[in-house]
């Protein structure tokens, strides 16, 4: 299935919830550019470290060097638009499975996605209020800062746990290649959501040092 959204749409949404200078602001040297470039990748690279899986987290947010720079609060931001089409693209999957078996023969099978479904549009509203709130985090340090970062945790750790609950039905499901595909679909977008905690624990433990 041809992956919803894009990577120019989520350059795009990234792009909505921050805003950068534009180019035509600087008059840039290529050598300097370039170096800041690796200089940004290395350090997406390194703070993907953190996560569960780090070879992921870097191979879905380096294309977003020149955005994030160096600065782990538009990490988090990016990390959490990358999770959020994932659990999109899930909940549009899964919505357009459910349709189609509830003229199947397996009621079990009708009900565990029904279920799967609800659980990634809870998952998909909580990501989305994660990545509102990452829009409004003030300068790390203050009480805001600690309040706002945990309530970007408490979303991050809700959807990442709707995910997961998402594929329980389906053990009473026989198996087949349906059950097969939606299982080892929730399980990737649960490592981008993780990924995505992962760097959130990551700057709200830096800002509150």
Known sequence: MKPLFSVPFLTFLFFHFYSVPTLSSYVYDTSATTTNVINSTDFIRTSCYATLYPDICYTSLYGYANA???D??????AAISVSLSKARNMAVYVSNLSREADYGADPRASAALHDCFSNMGDAVDEIRGSLKQMQRVVAPGSESFRFQMGNVQTWMSAALTDEETCTDGFEDV??????????????????FTSNAL??????AEKGTV
């Open 68 to 70: 994030i720079q160096q």
């Open 72 to 77: 782990p609060a538009r990490l988090a931001r």
């Open 174 to 191: 026989a198996g087949g290649p349906m059950k097969t595909e939606v299982c080892k679909r929730a399980a990737k977008v649960k490592k």
């Open 198 to 203: 992962a760097l959130v624990n990551s700057y």
